[in-house]
């Protein structure tokens, strides 16, 4: 069964640019979940989908934004980077509908330098 | 406030030495406990999922633990290849049912 995959794998932009990042799910799970991970904060959360609507947002700027389409595929967005958005971004699908958390499996991430 | 915190940051074993790292956690109502391994420049991989205190779960050389304020990931006869970031994260009730809030982490080293 293949893993949860993510596109692009390094991305370099510019302070000002913005970004799209795609996540695909493992097959038959309807959860994806963002995390943004840096040496200075760890792992925080960023949003989480489920069936194409965002359930939850974590304590990020308007400047993050996400969605997921019906096949369960989701992609974040940020708009107007800066510098402190250099991070590796990590998406987590998982099973789980409203019946209780289950295990959440990672995608090797996309590692963003804003210069 | 929610919190999970890591003990300790870092650690250096030699290969066969076994040990322990904790996670203590501070939530408003524990949902579930999880343990990730992350190796430099890698996606977390998940180890386990802990539910009430008191339960056990093992896989090769690591056992974890749960209390109803911490947990323990035992380490037993460690070789250099379990040498990685090892996260633990709590998800709780009243929130959105995947919401991960994660520790800092111990990095762990194993020499052989």
């Known amino acids: 069964k293949a893993g949860v995959t993510q596109t692009p794998r390094y991305l370099i932009k510019t302070r000002g640019q913005q970004v799209t990042l795609s996540c695909s799910p493992i097959?038959?799970?309807?959860?994806v979940s963002w995390y943004q991970q840096t040496p200075g904060q760890g792992l925080q959360f960023l949003f989480e989908?489920?069936?194409?609507?965002?359930?939850n947002k974590g304590n990020f700027p308007g400047r993050f934004s996400g969605r997921q389409f019906s096949n369960s595929r989701s992609e974040m967005n940020v708009s107007t980077l800066e510098l402190g958005d250099s991070a590796l971004y990590l998406c987590?699908?998982?099973?789980?509908?409203?019946?209780?958390?289950?295990?959440?499996?990672f995608g090797p991430g996309t590692r963003l330098t804003v210069l | 406030e929610d919190q999970v915190t890591q003990s300790p940051e870092a650690l250096r074993l030699q290969e066969g030495e076994s040990s322990s790292l904790n996670c203590s956690y501070t939530?408003?109502?524990?949902?579930?406990l999880f343990w990730y391994r992350q190796d430099p420049g890698k996606g977390p991989e998940f180890l386990f999922t802990?539910?009430?205190a008191g339960e056990e779960k093992e896989k090769e050389r690591l056992k974890a633990t749960l209390t109803k304020k911490e947990s323990f990931l035992h380490i037993t006869a460690p070789k250099p290849e379990d040498s990685a970031t090892y996260l633990c994260?709590?998800?709780?009730?009243?929130?959105?049912?995947?919401?991960?809030?994660f520790g800092t982490g111990t990095l762990l080293a194993v020499q052989p």
């Open positions: 987590a699908s998982s099973l789980a509908g409203t019946g209780g958390p289950s295990e959440q499996f």
């Open positions: 097959s038959g799970h309807r959860s």
């Open positions: 989908y489920f069936s194409e609507t965002q359930r």
């Open positions: 939530v408003s109502g524990l949902r579930g």
């Open positions: 802990l539910y009430s």
């Open positions: 994260a709590v998800t709780m009730y009243g929130g959105a049912t995947n919401k991960l809030i």
